[in-house]
């Protein structure tokens, strides 16, 4: 069964509208959750790490105030794109592992689509 | 950095083997995932090779040198629901980090 939990799946809205997505490591706490977003036909790129308690840590070239990140319990990781533009629609995915000997499991991704 | 080189592409027709090829470059490994996209999904896990050797998991198989800096997946008895992308991602004490993978297609 799923390991992590994405929601929403999908997500179409107008330019200037802030979109949280969720993420939820179901039945093992996560200190660190991590988010990618993956353009058509490209690879997926690393954002961001979500650390339990503490400020996410984020990629060179990210945006820490475009892309909020909140990892406030062990088991959710929370994404807020901000004032979204349509430059910004992608397909967001989390990820989390067990421990970090552990293979990352993602969940299903969100599209996000802006109009 | 990872330096991680697949094949774009792939055709492979159904009920044959193909073998998916993956070289890296990185310092600190700590093994090596592999891992399958469908279009418009997200990764699903498919193996995790730590020692050298072949490791066999169904109709899927993995192989690892960690001398070389190489490793190949082996898909066999292909089937059309195949057809996918696969991300060989090589670990460091860090998150996994992807390249563009090898698009896999399956033709009857």
């Known amino acids: 069964g799923a390991v992590v939990s994405q929601h929403p799946s999908r997500v179409i809205c107008k330019s200037g509208t802030s979109v949280k997505i969720e993420c939820r490591s179901l039945d093992f706490q996560a200190t660190t959750m991590f988010w990618y977003r993956q353009f058509p036909k490209q690879s997926l790129m690393l954002m961001a790490t979500s650390n339990e308690g503490s400020k996410a840590t984020y990629e060179q070239g990210v945006e820490k105030d475009k892309f909020l990140i909140n990892h406030a319990s062990l088991t959710l990781s929370t994404l807020t794109v901000t004032s979204a533009h349509p430059e910004d629609s992608s397909f967001y995915i989390c990820?989390?592992?067990?421990?970090?000997?552990?293979?990352?499991?993602f969940g299903d991704g969100t599209r996000l689509s802006i109009l | 950095g990872q330096n991680i080189d697949q094949p774009t592409e792939m055709t492979a027709t159904e009920g044959a083997i193909v073998q998916i090829n993956c070289t890296y470059q990185?310092?600190?490994?700590?093994?090596l995932f592999w891992y399958q996209q469908h279009a418009g999904e997200a990764p699903t896990f498919l193996s995790y090779n730590v020692l050298d050797g072949l490791e066999e998991k169904g109709r899927f198989s993995s192989f690892l040198s960690r001398s070389k800096g190489y490793s190949y997946l082996l898909l066999k008895e292909l089937q059309m629901k195949d057809s996918a992308s696969y991300l060989c991602?090589?670990?460091?004490?860090?998150?996994?980090?992807f390249g563009k993978g090898t698009r896999l297609s399956v033709i009857a």
């Open positions: 990185t310092s600190g490994f700590n093994g």
């Open positions: 991602a090589p670990k460091k004490n860090t998150p996994l980090v």
């Open positions: 990820s989390a592992y067990r421990d970090s000997n552990q293979p990352q499991h």
